[in-house]
């Protein structure tokens, strides 16, 4: 047997596949695809202070093996999501969960994370996301306001926190750092890459909101990239994501720094994606050698 | 909702860019007329949503426009290839509010789903829906034999007048009907909702990501909340809708 276990500040795992936030909702409704307590954790839909309708349609656009969103945070609000979304999730799953949290203040970060902290096991707070303005992602590219939220959230939460970083920056590792210096548990990253798109035929761009976060089997290298750099910038756990869609995938990000992976647009195309990806892992490993899964981590990583 | 590998029997072409392929899989998911498919493509990232023409047991007919490099690819499959197929998705029309003598209006690829409804309305008692077809220009025709062969009562509108009534589906609205029933273009949606007087429902087009609720991709606000046309959708009610 093949240990598949993981362990992120404390919570443990059954294994390191989670679906990552905003393509999984708040994940009751992909109980009717598969049983959800075979997957290591949940990260939930992003979840703000204020219910959020988000951005006018067109928000999704296709690309050459990957897609782009412009979702812009459409969540009910966290008393909701409390009152609701997460009591609806624990009657199809037990397993550790974590809250996703967005803001556009600090203030608004803090006090989210704050109500959220009874109902999850980990606080992966968003200072990633490209597609709401004056928030989200402004956080994430300077490393003075990353600290700074990461410094307000740890003030009220007790749960791990994970701040999950932007890849559109210049040096993912100042940020990473200025998170660890303030306070992080752990790093997750990558969210989407900024991109676009335009309808030749109309001679306008397909989005509504002009750009959309770049995600799917495309941005995997930026990913391994950028989960190798911060792994070596900071001790803190990782938690790997970007165009994950397979479980070779899963060994080679956790090869790259990650102690868990998150699958995201992967979910969109197959319902079951991150249940296949579980059922591979075991043989994926005894082809590699690896008793423990744990053996992976950072493993590429050679002095 | 269910996933399936199908396997297609025939892809022929209806028109000069609107095509029917008619398959073979487990159909068990499909509970509904309006409902709608969501179909890997070899080469393609995201699904292509399909709305269902017709099913039974074992056999899925859908019809399609080729509009893009994606359903041109659909067009160019042959018979014995497989596709992974998601089916049984969105929540499709609600019979029970047909009454004696429903409207049903289809807009050029807004017509196959009203085919499966017809085809299932005539099977109830003492119902008797009309069908008002709704396309640009008469070689953009298809499904008129289909929905005559039903027995019912089926009016074809051109937009040039280039065959039945010259104008649109609203043209071709009878003065008495017991509910309506439409799918097609947004602004054939919004004349029929300034026209009808009777409560309907409208089935409504949005690009989505998944197909299946879980992106938040096709989300639009309606009186009783937000709703994704994916899965709370793509039927809404005509009092919901928020134009």
Redo the contacts between chains.
């Keep these: 047997m093949v240990n598949l276990s993981v362990n992120l500040s404390g919570v443990v795992l059954k294994n390191p596949v989670i679906p990552a936030s905003?393509?999984?909702?708040f994940g009751y409704?992909?109980a009717?695809?598969y049983d959800l307590n075979e997957l290591g954790s949940i990260s939930c839909?992003g979840t703000t202070r204020e219910a959020r309708?988000?951005n006018p349609?067109?928000?999704?656009?296709?690309?050459?093996?990957?897609?782009l969103?412009a979702?812009g945070l459409?969540n009910p609000g966290v008393d909701a999501v409390i009152a609701q979304e997460l009591p609806h999730l624990r009657q199809v799953y037990q397993g550790p969960v974590i809250g996703n949290v967005s803001g556009f203040s600090l203030e608004e970060y803090a006090q989210t994370c704050e109500k959220m902290n009874d109902h999850v096991d980990i606080l992966e707070v968003n200072i990633s996301c490209p597609n709401v303005h004056a928030g989200g992602m402004s956080f994430g590219t300077e490393p003075k306001s990353a600290a700074e939220v990461t410094k307000a959230v740890k003030a009220v939460t007790t749960k791990p926190v994970y701040m999950k970083l932007t890849p559109n920056v210049t040096d993912i590792t100042a940020i990473a750092r200025a998170c660890a210096e303030a306070g992080a548990d752990g790093i997750s990253l990558i969210n989407t890459l900024l991109g676009m798109r335009i309808d030749s035929r109309r001679r306008r761009p397909v989005l509504a909101n002009i750009t959309g976060g770049f995600s799917?089997p495309a941005i995997f290298p930026v990913a391994v990239r950028m989960v190798w750099q911060v792994y070596e910038a900071v001790k803190l756990p990782i938690i790997g994501m970007g165009g994950v869609s397979t479980a070779a995938d899963v060994v080679e990000l956790m090869l790259a720094g990650a102690t868990a992976v998150q699958v995201g647009?992967a979910?969109?195309?197959?319902?079951?994606a991150c249940k296949n990806i579980i059922d591979s892992l075991p043989g994926e490993l005894e082809a590699l050698g690896v008793k423990d899964i744990n053996e992976l981590i950072g493993g590429a990583h050679h002095g | 909702?269910k996933?399936g590998i199908f396997t297609i029997r025939s892809n022929i072409a209806l028109t000069s860019d609107v095509w029917q392929m008619s398959l073979e899989g487990d159909t068990s998911a499909i509970t509904t007329p309006g409902q709608f498919v969501n179909i890997?493509l070899e080469g393609?990232?995201?699904?292509r949503p399909i709305s269902v023409y017709d099913w039974n047991g074992t056999s899925l007919s859908i019809v399609y426009k080729t509009v893009g490099r994606g359903t041109r690819a659909m067009s160019q499959m042959q018979p014995g290839a497989s596709l992974d197929i998601?089916t049984g998705l969105g929540n499709g029309y609600d019979l029970s509010k047909a009454g004696q003598r429903p409207l049903l209006m289809g807009g050029g690829v807004g017509v196959p789903p009203l085919y499966g409804l017809a085809k299932r309305l005539v099977k109830i008692e003492g119902c008797k829906p009309v069908a008002i077809l709704g396309f640009n220009t008469a070689s953009e025709i298809f499904a008129e034999e289909a929905f005559k062969a039903l027995n019912i009562k089926t009016v074809v509108c051109t937009a040039d007048g280039s065959y039945g009534v010259k104008g649109f589906v609203t043209d071709g609205m009878p003065e008495d009907y017991s509910y309506f029933y439409c799918c097609g273009p947004e602004p054939m949606l919004k004349a029929i909702d300034r026209k009808a007087t009777t409560s309907g429902q409208l089935s409504f087009e949005?690009?989505?990501?998944?197909g299946?609720?879980?992106?938040?991709?096709?989300?639009?606000?309606t009186k009783y909340g937000?709703k994704r046309i994916c899965?709370d959708g793509p039927v809404l009610e005509r009092e919901e809708i928020i134009w």
């Design positions: 905003g393509t999984f909702g409704e992909f009717e695809w839909k309708f988000g349609t067109p928000r999704i656009a296709e690309c050459e093996r990957g897609m969103n979702v459409q799917g647009a979910n969109l195309i197959d319902p079951c | 909702m996933q890997k393609f990232f995201l699904r998601l949005e690009r989505m990501g998944c299946f609720g879980a992106c938040m991709g096709c989300t639009c606000a937000n899965r």
